[in-house]
């Protein structure tokens, strides 16, 4: 399975290509105010609902870093509050790294890179990454969605221009890994 790793530096292609060391970064290294490039409001969010969690302010409920939570037949100053079953919205850190579906120099551009390198195994990748980082991560595209509901695969249309592939393991710090 072929992917493509956009770089900022032309000269760290060499560790892609050679084998050495890599960074892997946190999600949240990610994280901005708004959509620029590389960078979104909603990286790192897990919000797994049938109701966006954050609407209930208007009912006098805040709820954050929650996991799981039901709740049905409650009202607000006699308004119905929508019922939820094992909503879910939190924060999640962990090691993603970033591939693209697609050799394109207009995303690259969009992005802010300077090389590509191809990658002609992913599954040979992840299996090296996976003993470098000490835990087995998960591999696959990201899917876009026009909805609220986010997670470490799951993001907005608005990010669909970056064709993304990503590897994501549940981490809290950044590590530098020796590539072959």
Known sequence: MEKYLYLTEVEWADAWVNGGEIPISLASRYLSDSRDGIFTPDENLVHDSSYPIPSFRQFGIHLENVKNVTMSGNTFNGKKIPDVKNASYYKEDGLILSFCDELDSKIARRMGKKACVKISDMHQLKVALDTEVGSKGVMKSCSYT????????????????????RLFWKSNKSVWVTIP
């Open 146 to 165: 026009k909805g609220f509901q986010r997670d470490h695969f799951l993001k907005s249309t608005e990010d669909s221009w970056q064709k993304e592939f």
